[in-house]
C-alpha cells in the first residue's frame, strides 16, 4: 500500500470518528427548550389538588416539557400526560426508573392526557424517558 492511499484510508477512518461524535452529541445533549425555572429545581407546573402533587407535562416527538420536576416524599402523585400529537420514540410509552406503576403507555393522538398515579415514599433522583431512553427528564423527590 502506498503513502497516498494510507493517509486517505486515516483520512477517511478520522471523519467517520468525527461524525460519531458529533452524531452522539446532537442525540444525547441536554434539552435546550427546559425552562428556567424548571432547571433551578422550581416545581413548574406542580400544584397540590385534592391531596395530591399534579404534574402537567407534554411530550413531543424530541422532548418533555417540562422534563424536570421537584415533587415531595410521601405525597400521593397525579402524572398527567398530554401528547402533542408528535410521533416520536417518547410518543407511545414513558418508562419510569425505580418510581411510578411501570411503563406509562401513552395515547399519540394530539390532546389527549393519559394519566399515572403513584406515590413516592424514597427521597432521591428519578429519571424516565423514551423505551430508547433517548428522551428523558427527572423527578427530584425531597422530603
Known amino acids: 500500500m502506498n503513502k497516498n ?3 486517505i484510508q486515516n483520512l477517511s477512518i478520522g ?3 468525527i461524525s460519531i461524535l458529533i452524531s452522539g452529541y446532537i442525540l444525547l445533549k441536554p434539552s435546550a427548550n427546559q425552562p428556567v425555572s424548571q432547571k433551578s429545581g422550581g416545581n413548574g407546573d406542580i400544584s397540590l389538588v385534592d391531596g395530591k402533587q399534579v404534574i402537567k ?3 413531543f416527538a424530541d422532548r418533555y416539557e417540562p422534563e424536570y420536576f421537584t415533587i415531595k416524599a410521601g405525597v400521593p402523585v397525579r402524572w398527567e400526560i398530554t401528547s402533542s400529537g408528535q410521533p416520536g420514540c417518547d410518543s407511545g410509552a ?3 426508573k425505580g418510581f411510578g406503576n411501570g411503563t ?3 395515547n399519540p393522538d394530539q390532546g389527549q392526557v393519559t394519566v399515572s398515579e ?3 415514599q424514597n427521597p432521591g433522583t428519578y429519571k424516565f424517558g423514551c423505551p430508547m ?3 428523558r427528564g ?3 423527590v425531597n422530603n
Open 5 to 7: 492511499s494510507k493517509f
Open 15 to 17: 471523519a467517520i470518528i
Open 57 to 59: 407535562m407534554t411530550v
Open 94 to 96: 414513558i418508562i419510569p
Open 104 to 106: 406509562i403507555y401513552l
Open 118 to 120: 403513584f406515590t413516592v
Open 133 to 135: 431512553f433517548m428522551v
Open 138 to 140: 427527572t423527578v427530584q
